[in-house]
Nanobody, 122 residues
Framework: VQLQASGGGLVQAGDSLRLSCTASGCTVSDSTMGWFRQAPGKEREFVAAIRASVTYHADSVKGRFTISRDNVKNTVYLQMTSLKPEDMAVYYC??????????????????WGQGTQVTVSS
C-alpha cells in the first residue's frame, strides 16, 4: 500500500487549502482513512477520519476542516478553511484495513503517507 499526500504549501491566516491523499494497493472506500498532523516538537495528532459514510473531526478543526473521499479517484481530501498559525504542521494521511473505534490513534493505522507541509503565516 502506498499513500501519496500532496497539496501543502504556504498560506496566510484565514486562507484555505485542500490536501489530497491518493492510495494505491488499497481501496479508500473499504478502508479507514485518516489525516494526522505533527508540529515541530509535538506529537502527531489526529485531525480527521472517514470510514464508510461516516466522518470524524478533531474538536480543534471542527467547522473549519472537512474530510471527504472520491472513490473513482481512490483519493481522500482534507479541505481546510480559516487556517490559523496553530494549524501549521506536517500533515500525514494514513490508512487502515480495519474498522475500529480507535480511528483517532496513530496505532490504529498500518499505512502512512510521506507527509505534506502546511505553513500558515500570521
Amino acid at each position: 500500500v502506498q499513500l501519496q499526500a500532496s497539496g501543502g504549501g504556504l498560506v496566510q491566516a484565514g486562507d484555505s487549502l485542500r490536501l489530497s491523499c491518493t492510495a494505491s494497493g488499497c481501496t479508500v472506500s473499504d478502508s479507514t482513512m485518516g489525516w494526522f498532523r505533527q508540529a515541530p516538537g509535538k506529537e502527531r495528532e489526529f485531525v480527521a477520519a472517514i470510514r464508510a459514510s461516516v466522518t470524524y473531526h478533531a474538536d480543534s478543526v471542527k467547522g473549519r476542516f472537512t474530510i471527504s473521499r472520491d472513490n473513482v479517484k481512490n483519493t481522500v481530501y482534507l479541505q481546510m478553511t480559516s487556517l490559523k498559525p496553530e494549524d501549521m504542521a506536517v500533515y500525514y494521511c494514513a490508512a487502515s484495513r480495519y474498522y475500529s473505534g480507535s480511528y483517532s490513534y496513530t496505532s490504529a493505522y498500518e499505512f502512512w503517507g510521506q507527509g505534506t507541509q502546511v505553513t500558515v503565516s500570521s
